[in-house]
């Protein structure tokens, strides 16, 4: 889109972007091992995201995320992605507890266009990113793994998780509600012939079976403790589910991307870090493994992982679709102006 002077702009709603390939589990983490690895090389600049919460940053009843991005290469497109959740929202019927739009954007003129519903994409590559971290932290052997959370992102990780370690052969699904574990087990009986998939409200027991385990929740109090780590495993986590003695057991830790990542107080690894428990060459991050860096060197090692997101991805699989759309006569074409009023 370099240098485009055409002021019309393509609206992608949901229904659009299925069509186009949004939930191709296997091509949304192509994208996100391509995007980590432009972040890797320096072709992606994506400046830590801007929380306002609402009524203030802590105790948020909503909350509101700007993520701009530019990445070069060959995709060389500027986004943005205006996050948003609400705890309203649960109780709504009809209304998802998340709700995200993301605008793709001309770097060189700054002429937007594309605007795209981006909630699904969020759950996409949340589980995505968190695939990609599984795929290079967890045993070769992993045959079980036990996915925390039975909501949108407990959807999707079921998803990612079959995709990105095709060694497992059981995966629990755990939520606290357990009619919801129980019909995303029965939604994905049959999608992964030979993974079994049990809904369970256990999750600890769960997890003390499990070679992988995954937090995928809500939760702004940490409840994987140390009791919950061994040797011969992996702790992915996308949300606070797991203790800061977690982190600081862990023979590998990894982020999603630390310049962002540390900005965030409240996770885990950055209070080990912040009170001089870690240092910073003790972290690696999602970059380094796609670009080769050691992670696992063995399958006795215990390997913690934890993500935020990263708004790059967003743009990168919004950026996809797109081209996917257009080449399919897919959304709804609109226009900033016939005539700007002043240039």
Same mark, same amino acid.
């Given at each position: 889109m370099l240098g485009t002077i055409n002021p019309e702009i393509l609206f992608l709603q949901q229904e659009d972007q299925i069509k186009a390939g949004l939930l191709d589990m296997k091509m949304i983490l192509e994208i996100t091992e391509e995007t980590y690895k432009l972040l890797g090389e320096g072709k992606i600049q994506n400046p830590p995201k801007?929380?306002?919460?609402?009524?203030?940053?802590?105790?948020?009843? #909503?909350?509101?995320?700007?993520?701009? !991005?530019?990445i070069a290469g060959s995709y060389n497109i500027a986004g943005v992605k205006w996050a948003a959740e609400s705890k309203k929202n649960a109780g709504i019927p009809g209304i998802p507890y998340g709700i995200d739009i /993301?605008?793709? #954007?001309?770097?060189?003129?700054?002429l937007p266009? !594309?605007?795209?519903d981006g909630?699904?994409?969020?759950?996409?590559?949340? /589980?995505?990113?968190? =695939?990609?971290?599984? %795929?290079y932290c967890a045993p070769s052997d992993t &045959?079980?793994?036990?996915?925390?959370?039975? $909501?949108?992102? $407990?959807?999707?990780?079921?998803? /990612?998780? !079959?995709?990105?370690?095709?060694?497992? +052969?059981?995966?629990?699904? !755990?939520?606290?509600?357990?009619? &919801?574990?129980? &019909?995303?087990?029965?939604?994905?009986?049959?999608k992964y012939p030979g993974v079994e998939i049990i809904p369970t409200a256990d999750s600890k027991a769960a997890a003390a079976k499990s070679e992988l385990i995954m937090g995928e929740t809500t939760a702004r109090t940490p409840f994987i403790d140390k009791d919950w780590v061994k040797p011969h495993s992996a702790i992915v986590c996308v949300s606070n589910e797991?203790? %800061?003695?977690?982190?600081?057991?862990?023979? *590998?830790?990894? *982020?999603?991307?630390? %310049?962002?990542?540390?900005?965030?107080?409240? +996770?885990?690894?950055?209070?080990?870090?912040?009170a001089g428990e870690l240092t910073r060459d003790q972290i690696l991050e999602t970059s380094d493994l796609v670009l080769g860096k050691p992670c696992r060197t063995s399958d006795d090692q215990f390997i913690y992982a934890c993500s935020l997101g990263l708004g790059a991805?967003?743009?990168?699989?919004?950026y996809k679709l797109y081209q996917n759309a257009? +080449?399919? =006569?897919?959304?709804?074409?609109? &226009?900033?102006?016939?005539?700007?009023?002043?240039?």
């Amino acid at each position: 889109m370099l240098g485009t002077i055409n002021p019309e702009i393509l609206f992608l709603q949901q229904e659009d972007q299925i069509k186009a390939g949004l939930l191709d589990m296997k091509m949304i983490l192509e994208i996100t091992e391509e995007t980590y690895k432009l972040l890797g090389e320096g072709k992606i600049q994506n400046p830590p995201k801007t929380h306002l919460g609402i009524p203030d940053p802590e105790n948020w009843n #909503s909350f509101f995320n700007t993520m701009p !991005c530019h990445i070069a290469g060959s995709y060389n497109i500027a986004g943005v992605k205006w996050a948003a959740e609400s705890k309203k929202n649960a109780g709504i019927p009809g209304i998802p507890y998340g709700i995200d739009i /993301s605008i793709l #954007s001309d770097p060189e003129t700054v002429l937007p266009f !594309c605007i795209l519903d981006g909630t699904i994409i969020t759950a996409m590559r949340t /589980s995505a990113v968190a =695939g990609v971290q599984a %795929k290079y932290c967890a045993p070769s052997d992993t &045959k079980t793994a036990t996915l925390i959370g039975a $909501g949108v992102i $407990g959807e999707t990780m079921v998803m /990612s998780i !079959c995709e990105a370690i095709p060694t497992v +052969k059981t995966i629990y699904i !755990c939520d606290l509600d357990l009619p &919801k574990a129980e &019909k995303i087990a029965a939604e994905y009986k049959d999608k992964y012939p030979g993974v079994e998939i049990i809904p369970t409200a256990d999750s600890k027991a769960a997890a003390a079976k499990s070679e992988l385990i995954m937090g995928e929740t809500t939760a702004r109090t940490p409840f994987i403790d140390k009791d919950w780590v061994k040797p011969h495993s992996a702790i992915v986590c996308v949300s606070n589910e797991a203790t %800061k003695d977690v982190a600081l057991m862990a023979d *590998v830790k990894v *982020v999603d991307y630390w %310049k962002q990542m540390v900005t965030f107080k409240n +996770k885990a690894i950055v209070k080990a870090f912040d009170a001089g428990e870690l240092t910073r060459d003790q972290i690696l991050e999602t970059s380094d493994l796609v670009l080769g860096k050691p992670c696992r060197t063995s399958d006795d090692q215990f390997i913690y992982a934890c993500s935020l997101g990263l708004g790059a991805l967003d743009i990168t699989v919004a950026y996809k679709l797109y081209q996917n759309a257009m +080449k399919m =006569g897919l959304g709804t074409k609109i &226009k900033m102006w016939d005539k700007p009023l002043w240039e």
